[in-house]
């Protein structure tokens, strides 16, 4: 396997996602069975959860670049797994920007977020995200609204499939005061956050408003790690995104995301505040 991250910036037409990403499933139980391997059996021999391979195998979820290799290697596939992942194509609703980080995601051990502009896509209720979708410009099809809302809620699952990896989010309080949708979507949005807040491998807190200065205000960055330790950061601006390899930027965004943590309320202290905002929509 390698940390090398491929170019993703030539053109060209994708296959038909859900085809292309059933097709892979098949490939892998059929040489599962093949090997005599039920789900449960399999699982663990590539370093997965069952509801992870079952997804993979339904086609419902993007195989990460560890799986391939694991599954070619442990089912003895004479290349052919590898062979039918590079014809894999992520379903509709995830802009392409984004698809290299996305991949990173799936396997990471270590997933720090900061954000101003909203609430992370991975803590969003299903009506705080098809907000944004409705009112995104220019305007999106009803087709497109769906296919971007199923994209958001299967990454979401990240937060329940992968109960080992350490999630950390810092987010602007004024964020979450924003009423975006009116105030019973945001009053469930916030409880949602609520409900996050119980998972033990999961940090979240809240820069204050009253905090008037924090070394955040560069903008928003997402920094992981991955199972062989090594560091990506991404950062995001309107139409754009820019995964970043390069260790010594990688250094700086550490750096900042350390201060931030110590700038933003404790994680008790925004549980808190979360409870009083919840109360308050």
């Known amino acids: 396997m390698t940390d090398e991250v491929p170019d993703e910036s030539a053109g060209g037409s994708e296959p038909e996602a859900?085809?292309?990403?059933?097709?892979?499933?098949?490939?892998?139980?059929?040489?599962?069975?093949?090997?005599?391997?039920?789900?449960?059996?399999?699982?663990?021999?590539?370093?997965?959860?069952v509801p992870t391979v079952?997804?993979?195998e339904q086609g419902r979820r993007l195989p990460p670049v560890a799986f391939v290799d694991r599954a070619e290697e442990v089912l003895d596939a004479f290349?052919?797994?590898?062979?039918?992942?590079?014809h894999v194509a992520r379903k509709p609703g995830l802009a392409k920007w984004f698809r290299h980080w996305?991949?990173?995601?799936?396997?990471?051990?270590?997933?720090y977020t900061y954000e101003n502009?909203?609430?992370?896509?991975?803590?969003?209720?299903?009506?705080?995200?098809?907000?944004?979708?409705?009112?995104?410009?220019?305007?999106?099809?009803?087709?497109?609204?769906?296919?971007?809302?199923a994209a958001r809620v299967e990454r979401k699952k990240l937060l329940t499939d992968r109960p080992h990896t350490i999630y950390s989010f810092i987010v602007e309080e004024h964020v979450l005061r924003r009423q975006t949708g009116g105030s019973e979507i945001m009053r469930k949005q916030v409880a949602h956050i609520l409900d996050i807040c119980a998972r033990r491998n999961i940090d979240i807190q809240i820069m204050p408003m009253s905090r008037g200065h924090h070394a955040g205000l560069g903008g928003?960055?997402?920094l992981l790690e991955t199972a062989e330790n090594k560091w990506y950061a991404y950062c995001?601006?309107?139409?754009?995104?820019?995964l970043v390899p390069d260790l010594k930027v990688i250094s700086i965004l550490q750096k900042r995301y350390a201060r931030m943590r110590a700038q933003a309320l404790s994680f008790e202290e925004s549980v808190g505040l979360l409870r009083e905002m919840r109360g308050a929509t």
């Open 220 to 222: 928003p960055m997402r």
């Open 236 to 242: 995001e601006g309107q139409e754009t995104g820019q």
């Open 18 to 49: 859900s085809d292309s990403l059933k097709a892979f499933g098949e490939v892998v139980k059929a040489f599962r069975k093949r090997a005599g391997l039920t789900q449960e059996r399999f699982a663990p021999m590539v370093g997965y959860s």
């Open 54 to 56: 079952a997804s993979i």
């Open 102 to 111: 996305e991949k990173l995601e799936l396997t990471a051990t270590t997933l």
């Open 79 to 86: 290349g052919v797994i590898r062979g039918a992942a590079k």
């Open 117 to 149: 502009r909203l609430v992370p896509g991975l803590l969003q209720t299903p009506a705080y995200a098809k907000t944004l979708f409705d009112e995104q410009i220019p305007a999106l099809g009803d087709d497109e609204i769906e296919a971007n809302l």
